[in-house]
DNA sequence: TCCTAGCATGCAAACGATTGCAACCGATCG
DNA sequence: CGATCGGTTGCAATCGTTTGCATGCTAGGA
């Protein structure tokens, strides 16, 4: 807890000028290699750390990137906001995180406080209406949105056409051909896109599609779980994992065999999913490269460009054994 | 991305001086209330927003608390830290958070970083060195650490010694006389902590108790099994549920019935230890309340008292299906 | 020797907000 | 009627840093 030392501390010490230390410090060239030498070292031996606060505001840019999420228990949301943070540093930005709780009106709250504090944002699965995600985006910052769709930003998604083909064409090719669908939050645009590109394959593979709601956690797994057993279906793909194994759960518990009566998979593959019994098959996608591109989009656009279109990011389907061959017809119990 | 309006904006528009301006907006009470109403809605209606940067400077304190975090993955330590972010939010303080990937140069560097930025830091389990440790203490900023005991900060930490000994009692009291703990990552101060009152508990229980080295993942828990396997001990407790679940998943793999075979217990749990199979006894702390704490440690001391003492929080055995009766002998194989 | 070019340095303004102090107002009191 | 006082308001300094511009110095050419 010791005493600031400012750069007049430093000036002084040295024997020369604030404007000179300045610059001995900032790599100016118009300044003598000896003094910078000399300033350098006395600055170093008096501690001295630039005012970042100072710095900035006299500079006028932010050099924060204020980031919402809906929820950073979820290994996919803090794997991603890794690659994110890593970008964003190496451009000399770093992260001031807020997390939502899935909660629409606090993702709002958020996005009011963060653009205070912030030179651009990253709505990160935003759960806000599109009214409010309109809102949002009319901010006087820049705004990258992850995993939803949206105009006047950047948007760095997640390819649901790609995954979903994938989900029910690896099903198909096992002999399913009614799949029940376990949705996730109302609120999630990603829900939709699920819902949505996989009515779409599912009709194009004659695959009858049925599907529930659920929602983002374990509990909602779980709970769906005597739906799920009296549905018709012989394959169910969840919203995500944690609600992928949250139903393993409830099957194991009631007695339902896993792949041989029903067979789950999911989107996501977040690390615990091949720790589920059964290992859970799912989606794997490059969750730090998403976050590294939404700062790509970003930088460019600090820098002046227009939005570049939005990117694509094209997942990959890890088979584990919670998918198997069909059987002729589910089981009723209970 | 409109322009952004300024104090002097509002002074203007509104026919009056940026002090009374100022003063009109922050409350002050030597300003007629007609002018603060009027300066109110003339602000309003040109949708000034104060500058952050500037505010904060000219005030001279940082409102932000810089965070470390081993790993945001893991939902233990994303708990906490929405304890942690709630509390200092209502104390008008946000937080800048920074992952270290469980290692300790990248702590240290982070720490750096942040203090920079920060009126305050928060170390979480932090992985330093304790030489590490006392540079980061010396900071001219408070520094509260949770989860690991240090002189001159706040400290607040899960009560190990009651942990362990709720663990073990639980295990002696289904008759196993032979434990085995499979250890964290060597920088953790926790694992250090659970190993010595581990050691200290099973004495006085007349429990064996063997190590072993592991870390902090599925993965790790998943490679320890072997080891596990040809053990003597009838039960497993492992340094926290997601080694705990991946040592499940190996022993499910490798035919090892839990818990007629082997028992296994851990520290944390995270949501998802109930919904391994079978479900994981584990240790539940109310990991928002550390969070709170923390900040509450912090508030004292940033408005000038000394650091109290440290808060230890008790945690409490959630008993599920991974734990049972000892067997006699456990059977080797492999 | 004097002038000039060019490099190195210092002075001072600026960023946007807060705040101590002085100034001003009308009203009250002596 | 003038001084005083309480209550409002504005002026100007200030936080720590960067940077345009002026200035001083040195060296080289005429």
Same mark, same amino acid.
Not at 25 to 41: F, K, M, T, W, Y
Not at 103 to 120: I, K, N
Not at 231 to 243: E, G, P, Q
């Given at each position: 807890?010791?005493?600031?030392? &400012? ?5 002084? +010490?040295? #024997? ?23 300033? &350098? $070292? ?8 630039? !005012? ?8 006028? @840019? ?26 964003? &540093? ?15 009106? +606090?993702?709002? *709250? /958020?996005? !009011?406080?963060?653009? !205070?504090?912030?030179? %651009? ?5 935003? @759960? ?54 376990? #949705? ?15 009515? *779409?394959?599912?009709?194009? /593979?004659?695959?009858?599609?049925? +599907? ?12 769906? #779980? ?33 792949? $041989? +009566?029903?067979?789950? %998979?999911?989107? !996501? ?14 989606? *794997? ?7 590294? /591109? $939404?700062?790509?989009? /970003? ?36």
């Amino acid at each position: 807890m010791a005493e600031r030392v &400012r750069l007049i501390d430093v000036a002084r +010490e040295a #024997g020369t000028s604030v404007s000179t230390v300045s610059r001995a410090l900032n790599g100016s060239d118009l300044i003598s290699p000896e003094v910078v030498a000399h300033v &350098r $070292a006395v600055a170093g031996q008096l501690g001295y750390r630039a !005012d970042k606060r100072a710095q900035e505001f006299k500079l006028g @840019r932010p050099l924060t990137v204020g980031v919402t999420v809906p929820d950073l228990t979820n290994p996919f949301f803090s794997e991603v906001l890794k690659g994110l943070t890593g970008a964003a &540093r190496s451009g000399g930005y770093r992260l001031l995180i807020g997390e939502s709780g899935e909660d629409p009106a +606090e993702e709002l *709250r /958020l996005v !009011d406080e963060l653009v !205070d504090y912030s030179g %651009a944002l990253v709505l990160f699965s935003s @759960r806000l209406t599109r009214q409010g995600l309109e809102k949002a985006i009319a901010q006087p910052v820049p705004v990258v949105s992850i995993n939803r769709n949206v105009k006047n930003a950047g948007v760095v998604a997640i390819d649901y056409r790609a995954a979903s083909r994938l989900l029910l064409e690896h099903l198909t090719g096992l002999g399913h051909r009614r799949v029940l669908y376990v #949705g996730g939050p109302a609120t999630s645009w990603s829900d939709g896109e699920r819902r949505r590109t996989l009515r *779409r394959t599912a009709r194009s /593979l004659d695959v009858t599609l049925d +599907e529930i709601d659920g929602g983002w956690s374990g509990n909602h797994g779980y709970d769906a #779980g005597p739906t799920v057993l009296h549905s018709r279906a012989t394959a169910v793909i969840t919203f995500n994992d944690l609600v992928g194994i949250g139903l393993l759960s409830w099957l194991y518990d009631n007695g339902v065999e896993v792949p $041989a +009566e029903l067979s789950v %998979a999911s989107y !996501d593959d977040i690390p615990i999913a091949s720790y589920s019994r059964p290992p859970l098959t799912s989606l *794997r996608n490059e969750r730090a490269k998403l976050g590294e /591109l $939404a700062w790509e989009q /970003l930088s460019k656009r600090l820098g002046g460009a227009d939005w570049p279109p939005p990117d694509l990011l094209t997942p990959e389907l890890v088979v584990r054994a919670s998918t198997g061959q069909a059987r002729r017809r589910v089981r009723i119990r209970g």
